[in-house]
C-alpha cells in the first residue's frame, strides 16, 4: 500500500483531514460561539448532579471531559459542526427522579446512562437510528427546525428574565430588569452587526452583554446577586475527577427487584436522549442547508456514532447522558460548516476545566441574545412546509408548538411524529387510491413506540 492509499484510509477514517479551503477564522469564532452559548452547563450540571450526592468539584471536571471528548468525535470522526455535552432535562430525571425520587444509588444511575450508551453504540452500528432520522418527512424535519427556534429563543427569552413562570398562567411576562436590558442591547448589537455582514456578530453580542452584567456586579452586588449575575470568583481552580470516575456498578443485579427499575431508567434515558439527538441533528443541518438532495443528514451515522460513544465515556468519567446540544445552531449561524467548529468548542471545554469561575460566570442574560436571535433566524423555515396541506401542515404545526409548549424537543418531536402517522393514516382511509400518502414501516413502528411510551413510561 502506498502512502496515497494510507492517506485515503486516513482520510475516510477521518473525513475532517480531507477538508480543503476551510476559513479557519469563521470556524473558530463559531465554536467559541457554540461554547458561550452552552457553558452554563459547566455550572449547571454540577449543580444538578450534586442533588443525587455526587461531588460538586468533580463534576465541574467530568463534565468538561465528557464535553471535550464527544465534541473531538464529532469534529474528527463526523466533520459536523455540532457540539456535544451533558444534556439538560437528561441531568435532572438522573438527580431528582432516579436517585432522589426513586432512591437509586447514584452509582446505578451511571450504570444505567453506561447501559443506555451501549445500545445506542449497536443501534447506530446497525444503522437503526440513522434509519428513523432518514425516514422523517423532510416537511417534519423543516418543522423541527422551527420549534427548535421556537424553543431556543424562549429559552433566551427567559434567561433574559423576560419571561418568567406564572402559577396561573404557566408563564407571564417579567418585569424590565436590568437583565432584560441587558440581553436587548445584545441582541440589538447582534441584529445591526448581522445586517451590516460583520463577522462575530452573535459572539459580540454575548461578549457586551457579560461585561455590562459584570460591571452592574461590580457596582451593585445585592441587587445582582438576586438577579443570578457573579462576578467571576478567581480565574484558576481545578478539581480532581477521582470521587465520581469508573463508579458504574453492576451490584444490582443480585436483586430482581431492582432489575425491573433499572430496565425502566435506561427506556427512559433511551427515548428522551434518542429523538432530542435525532431532533437537533436534523433542525440545526437543516437551518445550515447541509442535508443532502434527499433531505437527509451528512454523516448522520457518524454523528450518532459519536453521541453513542460521548455517553459511554461520560458515564465512566461519572457524568450523565452527554448530547448533541441544541445550541450548535448559534456557531453554525455564526458560519461553522466542518469538523472544526466542534473542536474549538472540545478545546475551550478543556482549557474551561482550569478557569471554570470565568466561564461559570457568564449570565444567562448575556447568552439570550444569542439564543433569541438563533431562534428568528430558525423560524424563517416555516416558509418551506407545506402548511396548506392539512396531512403536512398540522403535523408540521404541532411539532412547532409542541417543542417549546413542552419544553423538550424530544417530546416535541415524538408529538408531531405521532400526529403525521395518525393523521395520514386517517386520511388514507377515505381518500382516493390515488390521492393516497404513502407512509414509511420506520413511521409506523415509532409512531407505536410512542404510544408505548406516552402511555406506559
Known amino acids: 500500500m502506498n502512502s496515497n492509499q494510507e492517506l485515503s484510509g486516513i482520510q475516510k477514517a477521518f473525513p475532517l483531514l480531507a477538508e480543503k479551503n476551510v476559513d479557519m477564522k469563521k470556524e473558530i469564532v463559531a465554536g467559541i460561539t457554540t461554547f458561550l ?7 449547571v450540571n454540577p449543580s444538578t448532579l450534586a442533588a443525587a450526592g455526587m461531588d460538586a468539584g468533580a463534576l465541574v471536571t467530568g463534565t468538561c471531559l465528557a464535553a471535550a471528548i464527544g465534541c473531538f468525535i464529532m469534529g474528527f470522526v463526523a466533520n459536523l459542526p455540532f457540539a456535544l455535552a451533558s444534556g439538560m432535562g437528561l441531568n435532572a430525571f438522573f438527580a431528582y427522579t432516579v436517585v432522589l425520587k426513586g432512591g437509586v444509588p447514584w452509582e446505578t444511575a451511571l450504570t444505567a446512562v453506561f447501559v443506555e450508551g451501549i445500545i445506542f453504540l449497536f443501534l447506530t452500528l446497525f444503522k437503526v437510528r440513522e434509519a428513523v432520522v432518514n425516514s422523517i418527512p423532510l ?3 423543516h418543522a423541527v427546525t422551527a420549534g427548535i427556534g421556537i424553543f431556543i429563543a424562549f429559552l433566551g427569552l427567559k434567561g433574559s428574565g423576560l419571561v418568567i413562570a406564572n402559577e396561573a398562567t404557566l408563564v407571564s411576562m417579567g418585569p424590565l430588569s436590568p437583565t432584560v436590558i441587558f440581553a436587548f442591547i445584545g441582541l440589538f448589537i447582534v441584529g445591526v452587526m448581522d445586517k451590516k455582514g460583520r463577522k462575530g456578530a452573535i459572539l459580540a453580542g454575548i461578549a457586551v452583554s457579560s461585561i455590562m452584567a459584570w460591571i452592574y456586579a461590580y457596582m451593585n ?13 478567581g480565574i484558576f481552580k481545578y478539581e480532581s475527577i477521582k470521587p465520581i470516575a469508573g463508579k458504574v456498578d453492576f451490584a444490582f443485579l443480585a436483586h430482581p427487584k431492582d432489575i425491573g427499575n433499572f430496565f425502566v431508567v435506561v427506556c427512559t434515558f433511551l427515548f428522551v436522549d434518542f429523538f432530542d439527538t435525532v431532533g437537533t441533528l436534523v433542525g440545526v443541518a437543516s437551518r445550515a442547508n447541509m442535508l443532502d438532495e434527499e433531505g437527509n443528514v451528512p454523516n448522520v451515522g457518524r454523528a450518532l456514532l459519536s453521541d453513542s460513544i460521548a455517553t459511554i465515556a461520560g458515564s465512566l468519567l461519572g457524568v450523565s447522558t452527554v448530547t448533541t446540544y441544541v445550541e450548535s ?9 466542518t469538523g472544526y467548529t466542534a473542536i474549538t468548542v472540545g478545546v475551550l471545554f478543556l482549557i474551561a476545566m482550569f478557569f471554570s469561575p470565568v466561564f461559570i460566570a457568564i449570565p444567562a442574560c448575556a ?8 431562534g428568528y433566524l430558525m423560524i424563517s423555515s416555516m416558509h418551506e412546509i407545506d402548511i396548506h396541506n392539512v396531512t403536512e401542515g398540522l403535523p408540521a404545526f404541532i411539532t412547532v408548538i409542541s417543542m417549546a409548549l413542552t419544553y423538550s424537543i424530544g417530546d416535541g418531536l ?19 387510491p390515488e390521492e393516497k400518502k404513502h407512509v414509511s414501516a420506520v413511521m409506523i413502528v415509532l409512531a407505536i413506540l410512542f404510544l ?5 413510561l
Open 37 to 43: 452559548t452552552m457553558a452554563y452547563i459547566i455550572a
Open 139 to 141: 416537511n417534519m424535519k
Open 221 to 233: 452586588p445585592e441587587a445582582a446577586s438576586a438577579l443570578g449575575i457573579y462576578l467571576p470568583d
Open 329 to 337: 445552531s448559534t456557531g453554525v449561524l455564526a458560519g461553522g460548516r
Open 367 to 374: 447568552t439570550a441574545p444569542a439564543l433569541i436571535y438563533v
Open 414 to 432: 415524538t408529538i408531531g411524529i405521532l400526529s403525521y402517522v395518525i393523521i395520514n393514516l386517517l386520511f388514507n382511509l377515505f381518500a382516493k
Open 452 to 456: 408505548i411510551k406516552l402511555l406506559f
